[in-house]
């Protein structure tokens, strides 16, 4: 009789964990405690995988091996306690997956930079012609993916809630682009906690691994000294530092992998700002490791097209520039953002408040931002934070009426600028809605 895995959640983790476990012969149970969408729905059908929803049936549930868990489930809740007091082990897909695939996989994490760094890093290895598949929090779903192709490759980008149930998951190459607080309300508010959830990426690493790393961010350089890391480490810095494998002197980048450095100018880098080139950094690290040429990586660094939600120039509209950076769910994102703009900024901002500290922005914010339009069901935390660093604040309710807002108070020469540093799930459904509809209202205007 085939064992039996219990799946919770119904999204894009939980359907592909869903076929990889029926593939590999499991009675699979599906379980979601909201409605499930049309189009995984019918998958589920299609594949004939029993499921549930609007419910846990806590006995059909706990009558499994093994459950697995999409990230977007908190531990705290309650089937996944029950489960885990009689011994059930509750797992993340990544672990899952990864046990039916002899493939390598280039991990990417961190607070922020992850999205670009994961979909650069792929550009790059398609560009040279290798077997790789894109997975993670972007594209399909590793375990999807694992049950239907045969890649010699995976680039995975990997969020915290990923990590937490990663047990004996391996990472042959593990980058970690920075750590800023960030969904501290699942980690009790402790800054720590979110740290070792960070650290899990460098879990069951040998010296024959990797681990890439930002020195110049200040959390990740303190941990590195003080953590037994057994993976060899490979950090990159702004500036050129002792054993830096990537760096920026005179406007030009330097990568030194096998004591082989290639350089280009900043100038001729697809992906501009300084957030940007530490993304280069990373990705041109991770490639060189899988030895691809020197001069493709070049090629691909030059011919990448950005990431849509971040950063991402929408229109100019009499004089008024219109930019959507929706993916900015964090305070430090939105520092990034603000810190690349020259010209008068009015801001666009709020959103699920995540236990955000808007300390870091204050300096920014007095001296670039004219305006602040908040976008949120609850602006208070945002409104009492800047009150007294910007001039004019006012609240909207929707991306439209935020629009003609910015719109109306705007002028020549001013940059409109959506970077919420928080989530979106209260307006909206997810940051991609967000920036969708941003962008459907500048070109209604």
């Not at 740290?195 to 350089?221: G, P, Y």
């Not at 030895?291 to 971040?310: M, P």
């Amino acid at each position: 009789m085939s064992q039996k895995i219990a799946i919770l959640g119904a999204g894009e983790s939980g359907v592909g964990t869903a076929i990889l476990a029926q593939k590999k012969g499991f009675d699979v149970f599906l379980s979601d405690n909201g409605k499930i969408k049309e189009k995984y729905a019918s998958v589920l059908l299609h594949h004939g995988i029993a499921y549930e929803e609007g419910m846990h049936s806590t006995d059909k549930i706990l009558d499994a091996v093994e459950i697995i868990k999409s990230p977007g489930i908190p531990d705290v809740v309650p089937i996944v306690q029950k489960a885990v007091a009689v011994g059930i082990p509750v797992i993340s897909e990544l672990e899952f997956a990864a046990r039916y695939t002899r493939a390598k996989k280039i991990c990417i994490t961190g607070s922020n930079g992850k999205t670009t760094t994961t979909l650069l890093t792929y550009h790059i290895l398609k560009n040279a012609g290798l077997n790789a598949g894109l997975a993670g929090n972007v594209g399909k779903s590793f375990a999807q993916q694992v049950a239907e192709n045969d890649f010699d490759w995976y680039v995975l980008e990997i969020s915290s809630f990923q990590l937490d149930n990663m047990f004996d998951f391996k990472a042959e190459i593990a980058v970690l682009t920075n750590i800023t607080p960030d969904h501290l309300d699942r980690y009790e508010h402790q800054f720590s906690r979110y740290i070792d959830s960070k650290f899990r990426i460098t879990r069951n690493q040998t010296s024959n691994d990797a681990f890439i790393c930002n020195l110049d961010d200040e959390v990740t350089a303190a941990e590195i000294s003080r953590r037994q890391i057994a993976a060899t480490v490979y950090p990159f810095s702004y500036s050129m530092q002792p054993g830096t494998c990537a760096f920026v002197n005179k406007n030009e980048l330097t990568v030194n992998i096998y004591n082989d450095p290639f350089t280009m100018t900043l100038e001729e880098l697809a992906l501009q700002g300084r957030h940007n080139i530490y993304n280069s950094m990373a990705a041109s690290i991770a490639s060189r490791l899988t030895e691809i040429r020197k001069e493709t990586i070049k090629q691909s660094l030059s011919d990448f097209e950005n990431v849509e939600h971040r950063l991402e120039y929408v229109a100019r509209i009499h004089g008024i520039d219109f930019i959507n950076d929706s993916k900015a769910t964090n305070v430090n994102s939105t520092w990034f953002a603000l810190e690349s703009i020259e010209k008068p900024v009015i801001w666009i901002a709020g959103g699920v408040d995540k236990g955000n500290d808007y300390s870091k922005l204050f300096e920014l914010v007095a001296a670039k931002v004219k305006a602040l339009i908040c976008l949120g069901t609850d602006n208070t935390p945002i409104i009492e934070a800047f009150a007294d660093k910007v001039g004019a604040i006012y609240e909207t309710q929707s991306a439209e009426q935020a629009v003609l807002m910015a719109y109306s108070i705007g002028k020549i020469d001013d940059v409109v600028l959506l970077s919420p540093a928080c989530a979106s799930f209260d307006l909206f459904e997810n940051y991609e809605d967000r920036g969708n509809q941003f962008k459907k209202a500048v070109r209604g205007l």
